[in-house]
């Protein structure tokens, strides 16, 4: 960063320019660049410890990690009207939403206490790469300490929507370059958090009044419920 501070009377940050392609750029093509680079951001990450990163050592304000993961699950006030407009629209709505709270309130209980850095929001043009290297990772605002399959779920969930991404396979190059006790109930973690973060997207396109996007995540859904 070069500059923090404020101007125009509205806080400011200037940081030095960064160049690179953003991740959903990257075709086929060029799967294997993108999952080292993806991989070795991951890895980066995990090597962060809470104390060292002083803007979010809580869990945006949840007590543990499970408490946070529990919040986001019921359907907020904010959208109460467009939920309830939106499940009589789409049928298939309500039905999906309630079997994913299902299975992750089952789950939760067992869900592991861990306290990796995660940022949440990998896509959408916020991390530059070059070549098989990360050059530039942008809004942090989503970012805090939790599960790193968390990160990994995301990448998955979104792969229908990046064929690049898609074809990096993230999920099974963490299955072989973690270790055992990182892997513990890997499968069962990695689907749950792919349900929690469709769940989020779900009120998005509800509020936003996206119905194909909708939709598509809908059908993505289906078989992570089977």
């Not at 809580?58 to 006030?77: C, F």
């Not at 206490?113 to 098989?132: C, F, K, S, Y």
């Not at 898609?166 to 973690?189: F, G, K, M, P, Y």
Request: charge should be negative; charged fraction near 20%.
């Amino acid at each position: 960063m070069l500059y923090i501070g404020e101007a125009l009377s509205k806080a400011a940050a200037i940081s030095q320019r960064q160049f690179g392609s953003f991740v959903e750029e990257q075709g086929p093509v060029d799967a294997g660049q993108l999952g080292n680079a993806l991989m070795g951001l991951l890895m980066c990450m995990r090597s962060v410890s809470p104390q060292e990163v002083e803007w979010h050592k809580t869990l945006g304000g949840a007590p543990d990690w499970r408490s946070w993961l529990a919040r986001g699950l019921p359907v907020a006030s904010t959208i109460g009207q467009s939920w309830s407009s939106a499940c009589e629209t789409h049928t298939e709505l309500k039905r999906t939403r309630d079997e994913a709270v299902k299975a992750i309130v089952d789950w939760l209980p067992h869900c592991p206490e861990r306290r990796d850095l995660i940022h949440r929001d990998l896509l959408h043009q916020n991390v530059l790469i070059e070549r098989d290297v990360v050059t530039g990772i942008f809004s942090w605002k989503h970012s805090l300490f939790g599960d790193f399959l968390y990160d990994v779920a995301a990448c998955s969930l979104w792969s229908g929507w990046h064929p690049g991404v898609a074809a990096a396979d993230i999920w099974t190059r963490t299955l072989q370059e973690a270790s055992n006790i990182d892997l513990i109930d890997a499968e069962h973690r990695h689907r749950m958090y792919q349900l929690h973060i469709a769940i989020e997207h779900l009120y998005w396109y509800v509020h936003t009044g996206n119905d194909a996007e909708l939709l598509r995540l809908l059908d993505v859904m289906t078989p992570l419920l089977r």
